[in-house]
């Protein structure tokens, strides 16, 4: 079955460490990855593409095909960094993950 | 304004009456989604549309009906609402297909069903 998995529902990080958000696909063929990002009060939008090999905000994700997964992640956090991310997948369908808090610690 | 818009915000309603939630979007984007938000389930798709009289179903479309008359307005109607579906509902477009185009999303409505 095609499912993306979020393992940590919430995740904790003090302000300045590494940040690391899990995502793991099982999907057939060569869909397309994402993570979108939700932050308090605001639309759910994207914030990279595995197709741009982009850094946003300093954030980055590497697709590990052998792995099938798609971590996000950062150096250094920050305090603007607090929201809910979801890693997605997309090719003839469109899965979410379920999400993953991320709280960051001052 | 442009933009993708959703209304009403919120809406309570009560079991088995019919209720309709409206989305436009000022892009004239090809394809827009709806999605609904729940507790431990994340975002799934309930119906997606990629041009006027072109919809197809998503993940979980039973219980819903979509139209879409005109490319920019995508509403979503339950028909006869339950309380499982009590969720947020997120409407999104895209310029063009599923592939790796950017979603915008609107605002979501919270609806209750009592």
């Known amino acids: 079955a095609q499912r993306v998995t979020q393992p940590e529902k919430l995740l904790s990080v003090f302000k300045g460490a590494p940040v690391e958000l899990k995502c793991n696909y099982s999907?057939?063929?060569?869909?397309?990855l994402f993570w979108y990002v939700q932050y308090s009060r605001q639309r759910l939008q994207l914030l990279l593409r595995h197709i741009s090999r982009e850094s946003i905000k300093g954030f980055t994700a590497d697709l590990n095909k052998g792995e099938t997964s798609f971590h996000l992640k950062k150096p250094f956090a920050q305090e603007e960094d607090s929201a809910m991310y979801y890693c997605v997948v997309m090719d003839d369908k469109i899965i979410f993950g379920k999400g993953t808090r991320l709280h960051i610690l001052p | 304004d442009a933009g993708i818009t959703q209304s009403p915000r919120y809406k309570i309603t009560e079991t088995g009456r019919q209720v309709t939630l409206m989305c436009h979007q000022t892009?004239?984007?090809?394809?827009m989604f709806w999605y609904r938000q729940d507790l431990g389930h994340g975002l799934r798709l309930i119906y997606y549309s990629a041009a006027a009289d072109i919809t197809d179903k998503g993940e979980v479309p039973d219980g819903y009906v979509v139209s879409r008359s005109k490319t920019e307005n995508f509403p979503l109607t339950l028909e006869s609402a339950t309380r499982s579906q009590t969720s947020v509902y997120f409407c999104?477009?895209?310029?063009?297909?599923?592939?790796?185009?950017?979603?915008?999303f609107g605002p979501g409505t919270r609806l209750t069903v009592t």
């Open positions: 892009w004239s984007h090809s394809y």
């Open positions: 999907y057939s063929g060569s869909p397309e």
């Open positions: 999104a477009s895209s310029e063009l297909g599923t592939g790796v185009y950017e979603q915008y």
